[in-house]
């Protein structure tokens, strides 16, 4: 009988600990995404968990997903600019899987929640006065050469 008890306790145990990160820190991540210089900038994120938005400087709430980040801005009149920032795990996944937790680890893995973004993301976007967006005529010649370079000889 005493075996019993302590099985049971230790399979509870085990259970209130599995998908520590998903309790603890969730699946969503507040990011401030900034433009130094260059605000405000109109920014998009994107993972595999989904899109946001942003205007710069400001804050949004992502979904958490290992893969990279990807935060392309931009500004009327500016070139855009994207930048990558890489997902990193966090310490209480390898604590799920330490502790005996292996189903709490595959939880927060599969959800995101094990994963985590810097919480602050610069993207270096040039709006100084040589960073203007090609003019309309500079699009037109530059359109006209890429027609001329690309077509085929007519015989």
Request: charged content about 10%; hydrophobic content about 40%; aromatic content about 4%.
């Amino acid at each position: 009988m005493l075996r019993i008890s302590i099985a049971t306790g230790v399979v509870v145990s085990l259970g209130l600990l599995s998908g520590c990160a998903s309790i603890v820190s969730g699946q969503n991540q507040s990011l401030s995404v900034n433009t130094p210089g260059c605000t405000p900038a109109n920014c998009q994120l994107t993972n595999t968990k989904g899109s946001w938005f942003v205007t710069t400087p400001g804050s949004v709430v992502v979904r958490r997903a290992y893969g990279n980040l990807t935060v392309a801005c931009t500004k009327d009149g500016y070139l855009p600019a994207t930048t990558t920032v890489a997902s990193s795990t966090k310490a209480m996944a390898f604590g799920n899987i330490l502790l005996g937790g292996v189903i709490g680890a595959g939880v927060d893995i599969g959800t995101g929640a094990a994963y985590d973004y810097p919480e602050i993301i610069s993207v270096a976007l040039a709006c100084g006065p040589d960073a203007k967006n090609i003019t309309s005529s500079t699009a037109e010649t530059a359109a006209k050469a890429e027609v001329t370079t690309n077509s085929a000889p007519t015989k």
